[in-house]
């Protein structure tokens, strides 16, 4: 929080009741709370266009430097974007991303499976340790599996607001 505090109080100067104030905008803000608790944990975070997956902005940079918290309040306070993550070293992970209940169960039956995982939309992200992995379709040869290391991102969702540092570091490296 102390970076956080920091900055709105650059902003806010001399006016503490100010900096306050925008404090508590920024953290009942559920959007920008997600983005933040993640940057937090060590995960690089960028933003995308509301409702979608689509980046909001060039975020080749992200892969390998974290969004600032001026950033973050840019991208998810005063605009209406959604946060993702990062994959991959920066982030320290890699997610198996299935796209539906049928790819679920192959996953599962094929040994691919994580404790560390978010609900999506339609189906599961599961969080492996990063080790190295590149994005690939279609893993295992699995219609609707595809895989986001190196070079990659998924959308954030309230589950992944529980991840940190240490759930992580304990989770297993695809295998």
């Given at each position: 929080m102390n970076k956080l505090a920091n900055y709105a109080y650059s902003i806010?100067?001399?006016?503490?009741?100010?900096?306050?104030?925008?404090?508590?905008?920024?953290?009942?803000?559920?959007t920008f709370r997600l983005a933040y608790s993640l940057l937090c944990e060590g995960m690089s975070i960028v933003p995308l266009l509301s409702g979608g997956k689509k980046p909001a902005r060039k975020w080749k940079q992200y892969q390998t430097e974290y969004a600032t918290v001026a950033d973050l309040v840019c991208w998810f306070v005063t605009n209406d974007y959604e946060p993702a993550i990062v994959t991959g070293a920066i982030s320290n992970i890699t997610v198996i991303d299935c796209d539906n209940i049928d790819a679920i169960d192959a996953c599962i039956e094929s040994g691919i499976e994580s404790g560390l995982q978010q609900r999506t939309k339609r189906g599961v992200h599961f969080v492996f340790r990063?080790?190295?992995?590149?994005?690939?379709?279609?893993?295992?040869?699995?219609?609707?599996?595809?895989?986001?290391?190196?070079?990659?991102?998924?959308?954030?969702?309230?589950?992944?607001?529980?991840?940190?540092?240490?759930?992580?570091?304990?989770?297993?490296?695809l295998g």
């Open positions: 806010a100067g001399p006016d503490h009741e100010r900096a306050e104030e925008m404090l508590d905008q920024w953290m009942t803000n559920d990063h080790n190295g992995e590149r994005n690939t379709v279609r893993v295992n040869g699995i219609a609707g599996v595809d895989r986001r290391g190196e070079g990659g991102y998924v959308k954030a969702y309230p589950d992944s607001g529980n991840w940190t540092v240490e759930s992580i570091l304990m989770c297993e490296t």
